[in-house]
């Protein structure tokens, strides 16, 4: 299958391709006796933290900002973003940049896209819970017969923790 290449906004001596690829054009000679130019490659990407693959590209003002692949595809070939929307992937896998796999959406949808693909950390799976299933019923039983200041000085967290269990926006797997 042919890629179809377009340029990368703001770097014009640089193309993505619409299968998650960057490379580099042609460097002419300079005209100095050792200049020979440079042929156009295929550029490594990198993980960055959290695994989305970026390269880090020349400006003519000599940074070397860091582009992310899949944004860059979406800016050459679908455009800038509508407001308050980021890249989204559709298979929720970082680093399957291909055209067809990407879309602009808002952080909501970026983060049901996250649910659905059981990527999201839910209060129970949170390494930093100090709550358990018995703890949430327990909560659930005292209900408002306590204050949620009382309720937390027994199970040693914060007030907002229980409103959020009462409330249902946490641990609303607990029945």
Same mark, same amino acid.
């Given at each position: 299958?042919?890629?179809?290449?377009?340029?990368?906004?703001?770097?014009?001596?640089?193309?993505?391709?619409?299968? @998650?690829?960057?490379?580099?054009?042609?460097?002419?000679?300079?005209? =100095?006796?050792?200049?020979?130019?440079?042929?156009?490659?295929?550029?490594?990407?990198?993980?960055?933290?959290? @695994?989305?693959?970026?390269?880090?590209?020349?400006?003519?003002?000599?940074?070397?900002?860091?582009?992310?692949?899949?944004?860059?595809?979406?800016?050459?070939?679908?455009?800038?973003?509508?407001?308050?929307?980021?890249?989204?992937? /559709?298979?929720?896998?970082?680093?399957? !940049?291909?055209?067809? /796999?990407?879309?602009?959406?808002?952080?909501?949808? !970026?983060?049901?896209?996250?649910?659905?693909?059981?990527?999201?950390?839910?209060?129970?799976?949170?390494?930093?819970?100090?709550? =358990?299933?018995?703890?949430?019923?327990?909560?659930?039983?005292?209900?408002?017969?306590?204050?949620?200041?009382?309720?937390?000085?027994?199970?040693?967290?914060?007030?907002?923790?229980?409103?959020?269990?009462?409330?249902?926006?946490?641990?609303?797997?607990?029945?």
């Amino acid at each position: 299958m042919t890629s179809n290449w377009r340029a990368i906004p703001g770097f014009p001596q640089y193309e993505v391709s619409d299968a @998650g690829e960057i490379r580099s054009l042609d460097f002419p000679p300079t005209g =100095t006796p050792r200049s020979k130019g440079r042929p156009g490659r295929i550029l490594k990407t990198h993980p960055d933290t959290h @695994g989305y693959l970026f390269v880090r590209l020349p400006r003519a003002d000599g940074k070397r900002p860091s582009v992310w692949v899949h944004r860059a595809i979406l800016l050459a070939f679908v455009g800038p973003p509508p407001d308050g929307h980021e890249a989204c992937h /559709n298979d929720d896998n970082k680093t399957n !940049n291909t055209l067809d /796999n990407l879309r602009w959406g808002t952080r909501l949808e !970026n983060q049901q896209d996250k649910r659905k693909h059981g990527r999201a950390i839910m209060a129970h799976k949170s390494p930093s819970t100090r709550l =358990t299933e018995t703890d949430v019923r327990r909560i659930r039983q005292f209900g408002e017969s306590l204050s949620h200041r009382n309720i937390a000085k027994i199970f040693n967290v914060h007030p907002s923790t229980i409103w959020s269990v009462l409330s249902g926006r946490k641990w609303t797997h607990v029945t």
